[in-house]
């Protein structure tokens, strides 16, 4: 079955600098894969996804992801954070529809002034 | 984008009451709906699949009868916790899977049982 694992379930940055969080899936056949992100006490906003296209994914709010399978990974990244980029990521595989979509633990992403 | 209402945002009800909540798709027609159940700082599991029409598909361990799921229209499908405990007590999320694939999840709701 298809799974992915979140390295890191608390990344803390200084505005301005390089966010990075990890995400490395595990599936049979070629995945779909998502970026989500939850402010707290509220649903979840789609952020970007793959789906076999460009394996660099441009997402919302200067977010982007690079598919990497020989590394089995999808990593985000934002080139220099801002405190508003202060909530939980959840990294999620999909190998066929929404019905098998698989999240990850999460990663909750604190920004320091 | 498309737009997923979930109502009522915040619930807290007595223990052995029912509670209903609703999932909305606002501008567009989704056929099929998913229901989610998010522990304190963990992530979602899928409780259960509702397709328009049809009796939805619960995930292995989820309680049909305690969890109803009703999908009458295709814009609106309802999670009624039935009989809630303490231990009911977590927060509920709603998706719809319109044309554009990933999905569009609803605010959430919080439940309190008492």
């Known amino acids: 079955a298809q799974s992915v694992t979140q390295l890191g379930s608390h990344v803390s940055v200084s505005e301005g600098a390089l966010v990075l969080l990890r995400c490395n899936y595990s599936s049979s056949v070629p995945p779909y894969l998502f970026w989500y992100v939850q402010y707290p006490n509220q649903g979840l906003q789609l952020l970007l996804k793959?789906?076999?296209?460009?394996?660099l994914v441009k997402g919302i709010n200067g977010f982007e992801a690079e598919f990497k399978k020989s590394e089995t990974s999808f990593h985000l990244t934002k080139p220099s954070a801002h405190m508003s980029d202060a909530a939980e990521y959840f990294c999620a595989v999909s190998l066929y529809n929404n019905n098998d979509m698989r999240f990850g633990a999460g990663t909750r992403l604190t920004v320091k002034p | 984008g498309a737009v997923v209402s979930q109502h009522p945002s915040r619930v807290i009800c007595k223990s052995g009451t029912s509670v209903k909540i609703e999932c909305r798709s606002l501008d567009f027609q989704a056929t099929t709906m998913f229901w989610y159940r998010q522990f304190p700082k963990q992530s979602l599991m899928l409780m259960a699949t509702?397709?328009?029409?049809?009796?939805?598909?619960?995930e292995q361990g989820v309680e049909k009868d305690k969890f109803l799921i009703n999908h009458a229209s295709l814009t609106l499908s309802t999670l009624t916790v039935t009989s809630a405990h303490p231990e009911d007590s977590s927060f509920y999320i709603c998706?719809?899977?319109?044309?554009?694939?990933?999905?569009?999840f609803g605010q959430g709701t919080r439940l309190t049982v008492v």
């Open positions: 998706s719809a899977m319109g044309q554009e694939f990933g999905a569009f």
């Open positions: 793959y789906t076999s296209a460009a394996t």
């Open positions: 509702s397709n328009e029409g049809s009796k939805a598909t619960y």
